[in-house]
C-alpha cells in the first residue's frame, strides 16, 4: 500500500473535491484520481461516491478513514523518531493560523526560523478558528495560531504571544477622526461594518461593543478584512482593525483609533494539542518563538 495513495486519500476525504485536494497535494487531478483508482482497486472496494452535490465517502471509505489517518501518523513519528536520533533540526511544520493573524505574523516567524533552522520546512493553513481546532485534533497540524477562548483550551498546551491592540477605524473624514480616543457611546448613531461570524474578530468586535455600551446596526460583513477596510473608506460605518495589521493597509483611507477609556486587546496563542508528543524539531521552532517574542 503506497504511503502518497493514502495522503490523496485523506485529502480527498477533507476537501470533499478532486481539484482541491490535488492542488493541496501538488499533483495534477488526473494523476491523483489515477492514484485513488488504484488504492481502491488494492482494496478491492470504492472509497468515493461522486454524484452532481459533490464528493461523499462510501460506507467503506468512512471505516477505512481511521485506519489511513493512523497510517500516517505512524509514518510521521517514524520520521521524527529518526530525524530526532540523528540530532537533525529538519522536516515539515504544518502550522496554521486565522486569516486576521496569518499575514501579519507568519511571515516574520517563518524567515526568523529559516535564518536559524534552514532545513525546516512550513505549509501553512489560513482557516477559521473551528476549521483550525479540527485540524489539530485529527492530526493535520502541528500547530495553530489562535486568539482564544477556543474549544481547545482545557486539551491543548499553548505559547503566548504579545497581546494585539484592537483600533476603532473609522473612514478618515470622519468627525470623529482627529480623536486618538474615542468613547464607543459616541457611535451610537453609527453603522458597523465587520467580518463574518465565523471569524473570532468578529465575535470579538460584538463583545467589545456590548461592553461599551454599544448596540451597532450591522450593515456589512465581509470574509476578508481588506474589503471590510474599503467599505469603511467609503463610509458604510466603523469595523476594528488588529494593530498588527496597520502596515498592510496603510493606502487604506481611514484613521485608527483607541477606545476609551482603556485600549482593547486580543490575546493571540500558539497551540497544540497536550496528547502529541512534540518532535526535536517542533521543540526547537517552540524555543525560537520564545526568542522571537522578547525581540
Known sequence: MEIHRIQYFLEVARQKNFSRAAERCNVSQPSLSQQIKKLEDELG????????????????????????????????AAREFSEDYQGKIAGLIKLGAIPTIAPYLLPGIIAYTRRTHPLIQFEIFEETTQRLVELLREGTLDFALLSPPTPLDEEADFLALP???????????????????????ELSQES??????????????????????????????????????????LGFGFTFTPRMALDSHR??????????????????????LRRHRLSKTQQALLALLRTYIEK
Open 45 to 76: 472496494e470504492c472509497l468515493f461516491l461522486r454524484s452532481r452535490d459533490g464528493i461523499t465517502l462510501t460506507d467503506f471509505g468512512q471505516q477505512f478513514l481511521p485506519h489511513a489517518d493512523a497510517i500516517l501518523r505512524e509514518v510521521s
Open 163 to 185: 497581546e494585539d491592540e484592537l483600533l476603532l477605524t473609522l473612514p478618515r473624514e470622519h468627525r470623529l477622526a482627529n480623536d486618538k480616543a474615542i468613547k464607543l457611546k
Open 192 to 233: 458597523m461594518v465587520q467580518l463574518k461570524d465565523a471569524h473570532c474578530l468578529s465575535r470579538q468586535s460584538q463583545s467589545i461593543c456590548h461592553l461599551g455600551g454599544l448596540n451597532p446596526k450591522i450593515t456589512i460583513q465581509s470574509s476578508q478584512l481588506e474589503t471590510a477596510l474599503g467599505m469603511v473608506e
Open 251 to 272: 493606502h487604506r483611507q481611514v484613521s485608527y483609533h483607541s477606545v476609551s477609556p482603556r485600549p482593547v486587546t486580543r490575546d493571540i496563542r500558539l497551540i497544540w
